[in-house]
């Protein structure tokens, strides 16, 4: 009823000097802590779209980055990208991050990771990059564009000029199709069809692509599914 998601979004009132002490528990230390912070940060992404506007920051995306890169915890590294995609679904500026820190790597890591909990995020991130118009058209629905969008250098920035950063961030790093293809050829189904999606969404957007998969038999595999 709305009376009761009313009373939802009373109780998901977070002051910004709490959410703020997330971004301060993501950095270097005692990865216990980083790990709370890290499931709270995916959680309310989860949950409160609004908050995410709220709360997220490039240093937040960038301690989320540094975790997966150096945590020595699983768990831990699987927590942090989890976050980021869920992030990135309701903030384009997440991956416009990553593409102005050249973090394309991190996602070819989890996509080659061989663990279905770091796939599936990777995928999403992915898709998330490529989905672009109809993406930050959700976005700007949902929000009514009110958090202004800035490049590295804190300038202003059109969705029309992230989205193409974004897209050509992606498409232009070369490993990650043949991490995408392995993933088409050998996940289980779930992450499967994400890298279907994610194939198909590379190579609508950059058809160059188009030679480098029809070396690799796509077709063929796409016909024994």
Same mark, same amino acid.
């Given at each position: 009823?709305? *009376?009761?998601?009313?009373?939802?979004?009373?109780?998901?009132?977070?002051?910004?000097? @709490?959410?703020?002490?997330?971004?301060?528990?993501?950095?270097?230390?005692?990865?216990?802590?980083?790990?709370?912070?890290? $499931?709270?940060?995916? *959680?309310?992404a989860a949950h409160n779209a609004d908050m /995410? @506007?709220?709360?997220?920051?490039?240093?937040? /995306?960038?301690?989320?980055?540094?975790?997966?890169?150096?945590?020595?915890? =699983? /768990?831990?590294?699987?927590?942090?990208?989890?976050?980021?995609?869920?992030?990135?679904?309701?903030? +384009?500026?997440?991956?416009?991050?990553?593409?102005?820190?050249?973090?394309?790597?991190?996602?070819?890591?989890?996509?080659?990771?061989?663990?279905?909990?770091?796939?599936?995020?990777?995928?999403?991130?992915?898709?998330?990059?490529?989905?672009?118009?109809?993406?930050? !058209?959700?976005?700007?629905?949902?929000?009514?564009?009110?958090?202004?969008?800035? =490049?590295?250098?804190?300038? +202003? @920035?059109?969705? !029309?000029?992230?989205?193409?950063? @974004?897209?050509?961030?992606?498409?232009?790093?070369?490993?990650?199709?043949?991490?995408?293809?392995?993933? /088409?050829?050998?996940?289980? +189904?779930?992450?499967?069809? $994400?890298?279907?999606?994610?194939m198909s969404l590379l190579l609508d957007r950059?058809?160059?692509?188009?030679?480098?998969?029809? !070396?690799? $038999?796509?077709?063929?595999?796409?016909?024994?599914?």
């Amino acid at each position: 009823t709305q *009376n009761s998601e009313a009373e939802g979004n009373e109780t998901w009132k977070v002051s910004s000097a @709490i959410l703020k002490k997330l971004t301060v528990a993501l950095r270097p230390g005692d990865q216990v802590v980083q790990h709370y912070a890290a $499931k709270t940060v995916e *959680n309310i992404a989860a949950h409160n779209a609004d908050m /995410v @506007i709220r709360m997220m920051s490039e240093e937040m /995306v960038t301690c989320l980055l540094e975790i997966f890169r150096t945590a020595t915890i =699983d /768990v831990l590294r699987t927590t942090a990208l989890s976050a980021l995609s869920r992030l990135a679904y309701h903030s +384009p500026q997440v991956l416009c991050i990553m593409a102005s820190r050249h973090a394309m790597d991190v996602l070819v890591s989890g996509l080659k990771s061989g663990s279905s909990r770091l796939e599936q995020p990777s995928l999403n991130l992915v898709n998330c990059g490529l989905m672009g118009q109809l993406l930050y !058209e959700h976005h700007i629905h949902q929000h009514d564009s009110t958090q202004a969008l800035r =490049d590295k250098d804190n300038k +202003p @920035i059109s969705y !029309e000029q992230m989205e193409e950063m @974004i897209g050509r961030a992606i498409t232009d790093y070369e490993p990650l199709i043949p991490a995408v293809f392995q993933l /088409v050829q050998t996940a289980p +189904p779930v992450v499967k069809a $994400k890298a279907i999606l994610s194939m198909s969404l590379l190579l609508d957007r950059s058809p160059s692509w188009f030679g480098v998969v029809a !070396e690799m $038999k796509l077709l063929v595999h796409l016909e024994k599914l």
